[in-house]
């Protein structure tokens, strides 16, 4: 029984997007061009790869379902009525490739790549009597960077945060896209009372602090959304859609406060484009303004979308770490990179240290944002020459 | 000069307005006053006396945006809206839902401590900032210049928990430098000061440092910079002359924006850090969802941002002769 | 004599990601004391670039200075430290720039832009290099030069500001004054005033000038040796006398019969085929070998020297070369001759097509605190113009004074303040955009800049479909890319490139597409906004002579905005010239040309730069 989360069609679309551009950009020549440089600069490239890796795991992550309950013996369990009875456990994908990461779990601390735990703890010996020892592991070696307090993989729960990262890093803006270009392009072409009104509302929206709009606006909404971990029946809509999603809301939210730079750029670039002398001939012709916003702006601004996409991205990350930390992000349950450091930093302050979960977020965080900067840095060097640095 | 800036003043009326009016929706509206009193009296102790007792304590008892009891004027001002939200204008902020304490005055305390983490951060900053930019700019196209972008992007791709974590460790706990967190008054303040201003610093110098350079490298494809070489002025003197009191309109212009909000405090900083400012004050009423507190550093925050949007406008015309406002 | 600078084989390259661009490969010349030297090519050329690598401002790190001497007055400046450089800089050799809108720089005033190099090079106290900025500003011809001085650079005019540019190059009395293209910004009377006052100058002041423009015309009258450059490379040299006499090189020679002008009139214009290649891909042999109308079999593989075929004439070709014509390879190539009909316009009265009656184009002036309309810009303030069939009526004038706005305002892309635009017995100012849209096919544009005027987006094809599809909705899709596939064969394209986008093509390509887009509908009356003044002499002849087909085989009317007195001179039929938003005369071309009444025109006429004795 699939589980699709809000989010998740946010993951789809996205992709959907990725394939349009290259599908639509591989003739025409603008594009064209701007992918050949990029594809030139092999460090972008090598970035671009990890991006897309990134993506992977996001997208398998986003692929989930639950399996239908079973008895011991393997039966289904089915209701009164026959229907199959499926567990409240929606497993993705990525779980069920890594089970065996997600089930070997330890009693609590054990540092990376160890073979016994990292406390002492008292246990039985053989012969009775009681020893506070390390006790061995049960699965030895195998936890690549060690187990968290209560003995998951350290490794694993750093893996489940990049769907979180990929969702807020690509959703936030993906959901606000239509809105910017709607009102930034109205506002640049029709100019006067819209232009005024539509200014209005965006310095209005920027003159509020975002941390504390998204503070209040998670605090009212976010409240009951699914926030990770079992699927309750309340959240499941028509059986196997979730609209009400924390992350989704936190999407929506980041994206209010994070529009108007869009909206702002390309109300101006449409202020440019409106007196560009193609513009002007289709105007000669009689072309409708509809029409001329839908061939000669719209187009004209796609790449300033692409590039706010690409160079937002990595401040949605970390932003996204940030709330998580301060407890307005993502729910306990979901993994994600600010959760871990908000659990890491108190073992921070353990006799002796506990390091390595601070270290996983670390490392897979900035395995995301160092290759986003980068490459966002080459597409709008690519697509946006007059922003070039030298 | 003056008409403009009163135009401007005119113009942030409906902003302002606008903001309250928001602020208002979000917190009345969409999150009652039932709402509030419930999740302050606690799950446990709810009854409708408790629930009307609270609204009664607290003021907000009251329809939301018409009352329909009264007449005349009263009509609109006997309402949470005009009651709780309106004072807003003229910068009364009211009581605390949860302690009711004075907010106003908990503000004029509490911005001092916040003011004495940011100036240095922003100054300093500033100061740092532009020190590298010129010095990878001066050195465009070599080495330094590739390494020294290269460094400001991977400082740029590194979280601030984790520089705020990390430093504390390092400098607090395992060097044993400073104090990792606390603050006290008056000149003791220092030893808690430096610590977060030091890691404010670095967490900014990455972006910084890279936006001032293309700043620079964009004045320093102008014509204008031809002429001056044109002329053989040396390497530095073009840059950091012409190039540099060109550069300061757009860096400028980009700063003076934040200026305002020196006193409204990091959330973040002040938290890591204990510093008893306004953004410890308002995390801390965020966690207790204290609503009156949280409503009015919205709206302080609004206005900051919109004296900065001011100031910005004025600090042009100071910097850039070619701008004389209307 | 020893020259004052004697440049020796100087190549100057760039990298860059297509490869190392030999910009300036191996151009050698002298400059005489108090002389100008003269710099002549088409864009691209590496005019400008021997130019910086004269006063060692080559951009680094792309560009470099790959091998050659410069010879400042006998010492070789290439390889002296940077800090000798400089002192060379502004006191020896100093330059200015053809953009004098953005040279200056904008935060600090005048007085302390010249204060600077002065006081720099001459080690003068601050009130004695005053003394000399003041002084050097009365010298430029500009008023009141002790309020000037602490005037910052916006305040002043592109003409003022071009003389300040000069006072700074001057204001340590170089040897050398290097001009890069200094009026090309500016309009003709302007233009001429600095050129005056620039000879003027030299000769009071003893300084050698090298002046690198595009314009034959200003060459003729300002200098007294001139080299015309081509692919980074001289290909012609020798003093403005012999050269414009007796023209040898084949570049030299298309380059002037392409320049338009009054004694054209009713002739196709020369052009030179093909277009000019990038720095990268110049031939091994001669750089012209591929657009030559002389070429031989050898000219693309072997380069021919630079050397001097007649007494002071310099020439790089192998048509002078007796050893190379005596050699099989000099078998010339069959190049297709462009058709050269005569396109007099019949005689014999035309009827009116459009006639414009006391068009106004206001906008308004909004100041204080509400933003009330003061007063208003009177863009075109109030003009009378009539425009016949199948003729061409050049409304002329200077930067802003309006012609464009008249154009737009009479095709109703922009909505008149007042007035009346007659077109076949109906107002259309009146109309409705719906109304309007039925006499969208008989008005239509064509606009300068040729890489803004195509939605980079969109195939050519498209392009040209837009047109058809909102002004023809009759019309099939069959039909329509026939039309297309027409249209471009007719404006000198082929048929397949409907499915290219716009950069794949060169700017005098582009402008072709502009032309086909409009042409496609079927107009009876085109305004061509400056159509040719973003392009290269040479192409912008082959623009002209393309106009004038269509003009001929269509019997279309056109409105040409110029401020090129030399196109007009060709083109037009009827003259209007224009000033400050008003019409000021009126006339047959013949008449405006041969007895210009109003004395606005009469300045306008005699400032253009013209060359007497031209060659044809």
């Given amino acids: 029984m699939p589980v699709i989360l809000a989010t998740d069609l946010i993951i789809f679309f996205v992709v959907g997007i990725v394939v349009y551009f290259i599908f639509a950009g591989r003739k025409e020549g603008y594009t064209r061009n701007a992918w050949l440089q990029i594809r030139k600069n092999r460090l972008a490239m090598v970035c671009m790869s990890i991006l897309v890796l990134y993506g992977s795991v996001a997208v398998l992550d986003s692929i989930r379902f639950r399996d239908p309950l079973r008895t011991d013996t393997g039966t289904v369990v089915r209701a009164a009525d026959g229907k199959k009875i499926y567990s409240p456990q929606a497993l993705s994908l990525l779980d069920r490739l890594l089970w065996n990461m997600r089930a070997n779990t330890e009693k609590t601390f054990s540092a990376p790549l160890a073979s016994r735990l990292y406390v002492k703890e008292s246990m039985e010996l053989p012969d009775g009597t009681m020893v506070r020892d390390y006790q061995p592991l049960e699965y030895p070696g195998k936890h690549l960077l060690g187990t968290d307090k209560v003995g998951s993989d350290v490794l694993f729960s750093a893996i489940k945060g990049v769907r979180t990262g990929v969702v807020i890093g690509t959703g936030t803006t993906v959901i606000i896209i239509p809105f910017a270009i709607f009102f930034g392009v109205m506002a640049g072409f029709f100019g006067g009372r819209i232009d005024d009104i539509i200014q209005y509302i965006y310095t209005t929206l920027a003159s509020i602090p975002a941390v504390l709009l998204i503070v209040a606006f998670m605090l009212i909404f976010g409240a009951e959304g699914y926030q990770g971990g079992l699927v309750r029946d309340r959240d499941l809509y028509q059986g196997f859609f979730v609209p009400n999603d924390r992350l989704f809301w936190l999407c929506i939210i980041m994206g209010i406060t994070s529009w108007t730079d869009l909206c702002r750029i390309i109300r101006g670039e449409t202020l440019k484009l409106r007196e560009l002398e193609y513009v002007q001939a289709a105007k000669a012709f009689g072309v409708a303004k509809m029409k001329i916003i839908y061939r000669h702006i719209v187009p004209n601004v796609m790449h300033l979308v692409l590039i706010t996409m690409v160079l937002q991205f990595s401040g949605l990350v970390l932003a996204e770490a940030i709330l998580s930390y301060i407890g307005i992000g993502v729910g306990p349950e979901m993994g ?9 930093r108190l073992e921070l302050s353990r006799e002796p240290v506990v390091w390595w979960s601070l270290i996983g977020a670390f490392v897979f965080m900035f395995g995301l944002v160092l290759p986003a900067n980068i490459f966002g840095d080459a597409v709008r060097d690519a697509l946006e020459p007059r922003l070039r640095v030298r | 000069m003056l008409t403009y800036i009163i135009r401007r003043v005119l113009y942030a009326i409906p902003i302002i307005l606008g903001v309250n009016i928001l602020t208002a929706l979000l917190f009345f509206y969409v999150n009652t006053p039932d709402d509030m009193a419930r999740q302050i009296i606690g799950e446990k102790n709810i009854t409708p006396e408790a629930i009307e007792n609270w609204k009664r304590d607290h003021g907000y008892n009251l329809p939301l945006l018409l009352n329909t009891e009264e007449e005349g004027l009263s009509v609109v001002t006997q309402t949470i809206f005009f009651q709780r939200s309106a004072p807003l204008l003229w910068l009364d902020f009211g009581r605390s839902d949860r302690k009711n304490a004075d907010i106003n005055n908990e503000i004029r305390k ?217 | 004599m020893e020259p004052v600078i004697e440049v020796k084989d100087l190549k100057t390259y760039f990298r860059s990601p297509q490869g190392v661009g030999k910009a300036v490969d191996g151009v050698s010349f002298k400059i005489q004391r108090g002389s100008t030297f003269a710099l002549v090519g088409e864009s691209g050329c590496g005019k400008s670039v021997t130019a910086l690598s004269l006063i060692q401002l080559v951009p680094e790190p792309q560009g470099f200075i790959a091998g050659g001497q410069v010879l400042l007055k006998g010492r070789n400046i290439v390889d002296l430290p940077e800090r000798e450089k400089r002192k060379i800089r502004g006191t020896e050799i100093s330059m200015i720039f053809q953009e004098p809108m953005t040279s200056l720089n904008p935060v600090f005033t005048i007085g302390n832009q010249i204060v600077e190099a002065v006081k720099l090079h001459q080690g003068k106290t601050r009130q004695e290099a005053r003394a000399i900025a003041i002084d050097m500003l009365e010298q430029v011809g500009l008023p009141r030069p002790e309020e000037l001085y602490y005037e910052y650079p916006h305040r002043l005019s592109g003409g003022m500001r071009q003389r300040v540019m000069i006072a700074i190059a001057l204001s340590c009395r170089p040897d050398l004054l290097i001009a890069d293209e200094p009026t090309t910004a500016l309009d003709v009377t302007i233009q001429d005033q600095i050129l005056k006052l620039m000879k003027e100058l030299r000769d009071t002041m003893g300084t050698s000038i090298l002046l690198i423009t595009h314009n034959l015309a200003v060459v003729y009258q300002n200098a007294e040796e001139v080299a015309v450059m081509y692919g980074g490379k001289i290909m012609e040299q020798a003093s403005t006398k012999k050269l414009f006499r007796n023209p040898m090189h084949p570049y030299t020679i298309q380059l002037l019969r392409s320049i338009p002008g009054i004694e054209k009139r009713g002739m196709t214009l020369e052009t030179i085929s093909g277009i000019v290649p990038p720095a990268t891909e110049y031939p091994a042999g001669c750089p012209f070998a591929g657009r030559c109308p002389r070429e031989m079999e050898g000219c693309a593989g072997i380069r021919p020297p630079l050397a001097e075929r007649e007494p002071g004439h310099l020439v790089a070709c192998h048509l002078y070369d007796a050893d190379f ?20 316009t019949p005689p014999g009265e035309r009827p009116v097509v459009l006639e414009v009656k006391g068009l106004k184009c206001y906008y308004p ?81 064509v606009f300068q800049d040729p890489f803004s005027s195509l939605n980079p987006r969109m195939m050519v094809g498209q392009i040209i479909e837009e047109g058809l599809k909102s ?95 030399s196109v007009v001179e060709y083109i037009a039929d009827e003259v209007a010239v224009m000033l400050d938003g008003k019409i000021l005369e009126h006339e047959t071309a013949e008449a405006i040309f041969a007895h210009p009444k109003d004395p606005y025109t009469k300045t306008l006429l005699k400032a253009v730069p013209r060359i007497e004795q031209a060659a044809s």
């Fill in chain 3, 365 to 445: 002036i909004r100041k204080g605190l509400l933003k009330k309309a003061v007063g208003h810009v009177k863009a075109v303030d109030g003009i009378d113009i009539t425009i016949r069939k199948g003729s061409t009526l050049a409304l002329v004038g200077e930067s802003g004074c309006g012609k464009t706005t008249a154009g737009k305002g009479i095709i109703q892309l922009l909505r008149p303040t007042a007035g009346s635009v007659v077109f076949h017995g109906t107002d259309i100012t009146g109309l409705t955009d719906r109304e309007l849209k039925k006499y969208r096919s008989e008005m239509q544009i």
């Fill in chain 3, 325 to 344: 014509m005596s050699k099989p390879h000099s078998k010339p190539l069959k190049r297709e001759a462009e058709e050269a009909e005569p396109l007099a």
């Fill in chain 1, 336 to 344: 994600s990179w600010g959760n871990m450091i908000n659990t890491a």
């Fill in chain 3, 471 to 565: 002004l023809k909705p009759r019309m099939t899709r069959a039909e329509r890319i026939r039309k297309i596939e027409e249209t471009l064969e007719r404006v000198g394209l082929t048929p397949e490139m409907r499915h290219r986008y716009p950069h794949e093509f060169s700017g005098g390509q582009r402008q072709r597409i502009g032309i086909a887009r409009v042409l496609a509908v079927d107009p009876e009356f085109i305004v061509c906004d400056e159509p040719t003044s973003a392009l290269d002499v040479s192409v912008q002849a082959q623009i002209l002579n393309l106009l004038k087909y269509i003009q001929r085989d269509f019997g279309i009317s056109l409105l040409f905005i110029t401020h090129d007195i």
């Fill in chain 2, 110 to 326: 509490r911005m001092w401590p916040s003011l004495a983490i940011a100036l240095p951060i922003f100054l300093i900053g500033i100061f740092v900032n532009l020190t590298f930019a010129m010095l990878v700019a001066f050195f465009r196209g070599t080495y330094l210049d590739l390494w020294g972008v290269i460094l400001c992007v991977v400082m740029m791709s590194v979280s601030t928990l984790f520089y705020i974590i990390g430093g504390q460790y390092v400098f607090g706990r395992v060097l044993k430098l400073f104090p990792i967190s606390g603050y006290d008054v008056g000149v003791h303040a220092a030893k808690f000061v430096v610590l977060p201003v030091v890691i404010g610093i670095i967490t900014a110098v990455g972006s910084g440092v890279r936006f001032y350079r293309t700043v620079f490298l964009e004045e320093i494809g102008k014509d204008y910079i031809r002429t001056a070489r044109a002329k053989g002025l040396s390497e530095t003197k073009v840059l950091f002359k012409h190039g540099l009191k060109n550069a300061m309109i757009p860096i400028l212009t980009s700063v003076v924006v934040s200026i305002p909000f020196l006193f409204y405090g990091s959330l973040l900083m002040e938290n890591f850090f204990a510093v008893p400012g306004l953004g410890s004050f308002t995390i801390e009423a965020i966690q207790a969802q204290d609503f009156a507190i949280v409503r009015s550093m919205v709206y302080l925050g609004s206005i900051l941002y919109i004296v900065g949007l001011i100031l910005t406008d004025i600090s042009y015309t100071l910097v850039d002769p070619r701008i004389r406002l209307e």
